[in-house]
């Protein structure tokens, strides 16, 4: 039987929430600058049902739960040096759709880091139960304020802000561009938060120093190998089908690494991060096309 949502899988699954209504928000305010231009993409976004999106959520938050701490430490190592190389390597005509790529690819990472970050900091805690629960109280709040936005702009936006009549619409109006910069800025501290949290429930297995240096050095060597590939494939063919790809040529490798230093539940999580990297995928592909276009 399949096991319910866990706080922490939760929580993590409210942040991609979070994290996708408000770069919904950014595009479509994009689109409402020149609406003859992108009407045909404009309704794209309308037409994404809100009943399909909390499947994704529940879906989403489901695979978090199972995956594991280890294999969610694993993902969010992998990313993280993704990202880092990718932003080391931005050209300046294509930094602002490289960004908005990363963002978007980074959501199942993202619910992964907040899953270890709070499994390293409620570990041991006295009430660690009411803690996890606060947290999802919060975190539930803050992504049914997102959503709620998004509805708000969607229905609205293009009439309040033509009128100049809606505080939040003017505020979009004018700010909207910035939007961009403040996710980048809490993506950061979150990822920075879920690789410290990611390195200690890993280094916590090991009981000496040669066992660590057996696991790290092949990953270390495997990370650096996929990370060249998967930018040189995403530059030459950036498209949602070649995101699909590498997303099976990541989880392949990690896969065969773990064949021999990892453990059998790590190869069933390993399964299943797979499916939630396709799972959230799927979800953004209207944006990834949007992105490209824009």
Known sequence: SCLPPTPSGLIGACGVSILSSLLKVYFFVGCAKDPERWQPEKERLLAQWASLEMV???????ILTVVGARVAALVVLEFSLR??????????????????????????SLGCGLTCGLSFLQEGAPHRTLNLLLALG??????????????????????????????????????????????????????AVGNLAAVALINRDFLTTSEAVR????????????????????RQHPSVQRQAQTVLVRMGGLFVLLLTVGRWLDLLGILFSLLGELWCLAGARTLLH????Q
Do not use: N
């Open 83 to 108: 990202a880092i190389s990718t932003l080391l390597s931005l050209g300046k005509g294509s930094q602002g759709t490289e960004r908005l790529q990363l963002y978007l690819l980074c959501q199942y």
């Open 290 to 293: 949007l992105s490209q276009i």
């Open 138 to 191: 919060l975190a539930a709040l803050l992504g049914s304020g997102a959503r709620r936005l998004r509805r708000h702009v969607y229905r609205l936006y293009e009439l309040h802000s033509s009128r100049h009549y809606c505080g939040v619409c003017l505020g979009l109006l004018a700010g909207a561009q910035d939007i961009p910069e403040l996710l980048g800025r809490t993506l950061a501290l979150a990822f």
């Open 215 to 234: 696991f790290w050095t092949p990953l270390t060597i495997c990370y650096t190998l996929l990370v060249i590939y998967m930018q040189e494939e995403q």
């Open 56 to 62: 994704h959520l529940t879906g989403l938050a489901l």
